[in-house]
């Protein structure tokens, strides 16, 4: 299965852009990249998903690299309720393991105000 | 509203005792998930089940149990065996084989007495 990997933890001042990186070399041709985020003592919840191109919604933008072995999830303008544990994740919808979502240690976002 | 249900929020388990923690959803998904987490940790995979009469072991599988007999459920149980399972486990959902997104439960803390 592909990994992802990502620093432990991140801050950030309140009301400033965020870039939280995810790295994964081992991604395939028809892997999706997922970013979920998790509040404490809550479920995840989805955040945003790409595959080539750049994605933005009302949460969050996606970069994703040229080669598509890294990707970064852009917070544009951070708040308090933005502090969360971010999972960035690998699915291929083609592969026989689709079932089988590795969810890495994630990266603990701090936002001071 | 549809959504994923976990039940209930908080169990005890005392020693030797098998306990049950239930899962539901009325998203009319295919795949089904039950993640364990670890105080400070990230998820790890127990099983998974891509169709209903069917699932797969995860990372982390010995000590539990599941059963798939309908769609909209994925009851876990955590069996005498598992000799260390406080933790937060986590329910999730997903269309299934196209690049849909999960959605997760609000979860459920086992502690032992």
């Known amino acids: 299965d592909a990994k992802t990997t990502q620093p432990n933890s991140m801050e950030s001042n309140e009301e400033e852009p965020v870039h939280l990186p995810c790295n994964h070399s081992?991604?395939?041709?028809?892997?999706?990249i997922h970013w979920y985020r998790q509040l404490p003592s809550q479920g995840p919840e989805y955040v945003i998903h790409g595959l080539t191109s750049n994605v933005n919604n009302r949460m969050a933008s996606l970069a994703i690299a040229e080669d598509r072995k890294s990707s970064t999830l852009i917070l544009h303008r951070a708040t308090l309720r933005d502090a969360a544990v971010y999972y960035c994740?690998?699915?291929?919808?083609?592969?026989?393991?689709?079932?089988?979502?590795?969810f890495g240690q994630g990266t603990t976002l701090q936002v001071k105000p | 509203d549809g959504g994923i249900t976990q039940s209930p929020k908080y169990l005890f388990r005392k020693e030797g005792q098998n306990v049950t923690l239930s899962c539901e959803q009325n998203l009319n998904h295919d795949a089904m998930y039950w993640y364990r987490q670890d105080p400070g940790q990230g998820l790890r995979l127990i099983y998974y089940s891509q169709i209903v009469n069917d699932f797969q072991k995860g990372d982390i599988a010995e000590g539990y149990s599941v059963s798939r007999e309908k769609k909209e459920s994925f009851p876990l149980t955590v069996t005498s065996a598992q000799k260390n399972p406080t933790a937060f486990y986590l329910c999730a959902s997903t269309a299934g084989r196209t690049n849909e997104k999960l959605f997760f439960g609000s979860g459920t803390q086992l502690s032992v007495l």
């Open positions: 994740i690998l699915r291929d919808p083609y592969s026989g393991n689709t079932g089988k979502l590795i």
């Open positions: 081992t991604i395939s041709g028809t892997d999706y």
